[in-house]
Structure formats: structure tokens, C-alpha cells
């Protein structure tokens, strides 16, 4: 199955460099390079036949879209998304002489995937009465209703202390299926009133987990709005 990942990298024409990749057992191969200038994918590029290189990483996993699973995909090559406590595959950074991760050999057919599939949810569904009501907590992109900023309105959900150093806080949601809208205590979600290119007038939130279930927080939902 190909995958298409973007990578932090430039091409001559100022775009972010697109590869289709797909798994072969061994590595990620590079099966073809989008043509920024007619938005093509180009099957003879010299990186094709290539594998990509997993040793100066951002970060510990990759983020890909699939079409034929119709969504974002995750694969976590650190292995520690689904179980933090697990041992890093990758060679970590001491933000001393090193800044990236080296995950050069760390990813195999075991390495963890997480599959964010995108579904419309529509009104007086299965789908959206089961959540009509309950709380959904968000660690991540959590909207902030109030929020003035049209470029960034979420929260700030990661603090720092001194005692416990950084770590995530909580924000706590409810759907309401009669109105199809998330809401915060209370106050609905909105996109931004002004246009923003960033955002382009939606909205994107982190995963929304039923409070019971924060441990498996990798299968739950996402929603945006605009």
C-alpha cells in the first residue's frame, strides 16, 4: 500500500518535497515524487527505488495519507505511542550535540500503526446520538470557544512546573447531536470569524476520548468544523 508523506525538506520551486512510499519489508521505498509544478506524481525521479532515511528525524514517527484507507496514518517507530512505558526504538536526542531522532533501523512489521479514518458523521446517525451528551476529554488542539486568535483558537492545554516538569492538561467537551455541534461547557465551537490561511475557517481538534477509555485514546475521534 503507498502512502504519501511530506517532508520537512524544499524543492526548487519553494514547495515541501512529497514522496510515495510504501513498506517492503525491509524499509520505506520511495515508489515516486510529486511534481510540484503540475502536481503529478513523477515515477522516474532519482529518489525512486530509494528508501527513505529514518536518521535525522523531528520527530520519532511518521505521519502519512493513505486514499485507500481515506485518512491520516501514524507509524509510530518509537514504539511508544500506544505504550509509553515501552522501550524507544529510536536513539533519542540530548539536545546537547544532538537535536534529531535516529530511528535507523528501528522500524520493522510490528511497528505500531494508528489509523485515523475520516467519516462524515451525519444528523440523528447511530454514530452521532451514541455521544449525544457525553463528555469527551481532548489533551491536544483542544478549541478554545473564546479564543480572539482567528490563527491559533485553542487552548494551551501543556504546562510546566517545576516539581512534575512538563506535561498535558485536560479539556472537557460534550456533543450535542440535535444541533450537530461540540460544545464547552456550554458555549459552542465556532470556526474563526476571520479568514486565516493557516486555518482556512476550520477548525481541527486533537482526538476526543470518552473519559473511561484514556488509555486507547489512539482510537477515537476527531472532528472538524468550518
Not at 476529554?137 to 482567528?150: K, L, Q
Not at 493557516?198 to 476526543?208: H, K, P, V
Request: glycine letters at 8%; proline letters at 6%; hydrophobic letters at 30%.
Amino acid at each position: 500500500m503507498n502512502f504519501s508523506y511530506w517532508t520537512n525538506s524544499q524543492d526548487s520551486n519553494g514547495f515541501n518535497i512529497e514522496y510515495r512510499i510504501k513498506w517492503n519489508g525491509t524499509g520505506f521505498i520511495i515508489t515516486g515524487v510529486r511534481n510540484s509544478q503540475n502536481w503529478t506524481w513523477d515515477d522516474e525521479a532519482s529518489a525512486v527505488g530509494t528508501y527513505l532515511s529514518l536518521a535525522n528525524m523531528q520527530h520519532p514517527d511518521i505521519y502519512v495519507w493513505s486514499q485507500a484507507l481515506n485518512g491520516s496514518v501514524r507509524i509510530d517507530i518509537n514504539g511508544k505511542s500506544i505504550d509509553p512505558s515501552a522501550t524507544a526504538k529510536c536513539v533519542e536526542p540530548n539536545y546537547t550535540s544532538t537535536f534529531t531522532f535516529n530511528c535507523t533501523g528501528a522500524a520493522s512489521s510490528t511497528t505500531p500503526v494508528i489509523i485515523y479514518k475520516e467519516e462524515v458523521v451525519q444528523p440523528g446517525s447511530t454514530k452521532a446520538t451514541a455521544i449525544n451528551g457525553d463528555d469527551l476529554v481532548c489533551y491536544d488542539n483542544c478549541p478554545d470557544p473564546d479564543s480572539n486568535d482567528p490563527f491559533y483558537p485553542y487552548f494551551d492545554t501543556w504546562v510546566w512546573d517545576d516539581a512534575t516538569g512538563g506535561r498535558q492538561v485536560s479539556k472537557t467537551y460534550q456533543f450535542d447531536a440535535t444541533q450537530m455541534r461540540l460544545e464547552y461547557s456550554g458555549t459552542p465551537i465556532v470556526a474563526p470569524v476571520a479568514s486565516s490561511d493557516d486555518f482556512n475557517m476550520n477548525i481541527w481538534t486533537g482526538a476526543l476520548i470518552p473519559p473511561g477509555n484514556i488509555g486507547r485514546k489512539s482510537e477515537y475521534a476527531r472532528l472538524s468544523m468550518g
